[in-house]
């Protein structure tokens, strides 16, 4: 978990409120009512439950490195993810399908992947938080996104109290997106993931990442090899937590890439005359996505630009809004807002959020 430093004993009893600035990458959010730490599949689903008979339905925080606290904090109960627990559940001479649970670190069973020979994550390395927590928004970086490998998803239902597992297609994964993602309903409690019996990674598709291990597009490199190219690229950019790192104290990217359609695309490119044409990837149906740093930076927020009220754009990297030690929520999503106004006024295209914003907005 990122914040391992500040993290309490291990309990499974109710700790006394603290500020949730504690359990989050940012280091922001006021106090919850009570947080209560889970380090079982079993203690979530019953601590789940005795909240919601309490009427004090609980929030759920894993890794904390994706959402945006209040000031003010949450008035309920938190229930911290610390379940543990790597299982091969299928094995093949070509696949496996290792079953995690929902609070093992996520970069460290990527390492374990690595090391075993299974490929399918790799180029996830260094993403922070649970593994739990990938199936939310559908983890993507480097050209791989979890949707691509989950195969189930066990989940406690808290509308009808059960436990059962999802298949991929129930879980609606899109870009950054699931059906979980702004929905209370479910808590992921472990995630299936088949993996390829192979010390080679998937087909390299992002262009920074093949230049970076000198090899063409689709080509495959040694596992090891494509994970520490990606820690590299990463960390270059912020973007492996370091606690003394302040252009790490973020939820990573604020902002999804906008999907634009063809027309307001096109609209795009004609007000981007003059300062160049907008990276851009095509998707399904005739989309396009852009580049949120891209437009950010033309718009006049280049990397370190705030400063006011402890918060500022990155050093690194133009996605990524970080707390410079004295911040606060407040400050932080007056940054975003100044930030998405400004986009909008310059080239008409609205950036959103990609954490999860809890008892605040933008
Ligand atoms: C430096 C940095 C770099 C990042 N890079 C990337 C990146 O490259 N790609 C990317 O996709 N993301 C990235 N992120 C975002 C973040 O790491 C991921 O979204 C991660 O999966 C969040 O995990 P978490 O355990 O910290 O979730 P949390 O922040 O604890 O929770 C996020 C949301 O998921 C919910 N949630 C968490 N666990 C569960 C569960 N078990 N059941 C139900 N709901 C749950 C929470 O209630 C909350 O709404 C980055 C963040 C940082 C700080």
Redesign the pocket.
């Known amino acids: 978990m990122p914040d391992v430093s500040a993290e309490p004993p291990t309990t499974a009893g109710p700790l006394a409120p603290r500020a949730l600035a504690d359990f989050t990458?940012l280091r922001l959010g006021g106090p919850a009512g009570q947080v209560r730490t889970a380090e079982t599949a079993e203690q979530i689903v019953q601590m789940v439950r005795a909240a919601a008979d309490a009427d004090a339905p609980a929030?759920?925080?894993?890794?904390?490195?994706?959402?945006v606290v209040a000031d003010a904090g949450v008035p309920g109960q938190v229930v911290l993810?610390r379940s543990r627990g790597v299982e091969v559940v299928e094995s093949t001479d070509t696949e496996v399908v290792v079953r995690v649970a929902?609070g093992e670190p996520?970069d460290e069973f990527v390492a374990a992947t690595v090391d075993a020979g299974w490929s399918g994550v790799e180029c996830l390395s260094g993403?922070?938080?649970?593994a739990?927590?990938?199936p939310?928004?559908n983890?993507?970086?480097y050209g791989q996104e979890v949707a691509e490998t989950i195969v189930g998803v066990e989940v406690y239902d808290r509308v009808d109290d059960t436990v059962r597992r999802m298949a991929p297609a129930e879980c609606r994964f899109a870009y950054?997106t699931s059906l979980?993602k702004h929905s209370d309903r479910?808590?992921?409690l472990s995630v299936d993931f088949r993996l390829a019996r192979s010390t080679a990674s998937a087909p390299i598709r992002y262009a920074e990442l093949a230049r970076a291990l000198a090899v063409e597009q689709g080509e495959r490199v040694p596992l090891a090899e494509a994970r520490a190219a990606v820690r590299a690229l990463r960390a270059g950019k912020g973007?492996v937590?370091d606690p003394v790192d302040h252009d790490?104290w973020?939820?990573?990217?604020f902002f999804t890439n906008p999907v634009l359609d063809a027309a307001a695309a096109e609209s795009l490119r004609t007000r981007a005359a003059g300062v160049g044409e907008p990276p851009a990837w095509p998707g399904p149906g005739g989309v396009v996505k852009v580049s949120a740093a891209w437009l950010i930076d033309k718009s006049g927020f280049a990397k370190g630009y705030g400063g006011r009220g402890g918060v500022a754009i990155s050093g690194k990297h133009t996605l990524a809004l970080t707390n410079r030690g004295q911040g606060s929520t407040t400050a932080l999503l007056d940054l975003a807002r100044e930030i998405r106004d400004g986009v909008h006024d310059r080239f008409g295209v609205t950036l959103h959020p990609e954490p999860?914003l809890v008892n605040c907005s933008l």
């Open positions: 990458t929030m759920i925080l894993a890794g904390g490195s994706n959402v993810i929902a996520w993403v922070p938080g649970s739990g927590a990938t939310i928004q983890v993507g970086a950054r979980f479910w808590v992921v973007m937590l790490t973020s939820v990573g990217s999860v």
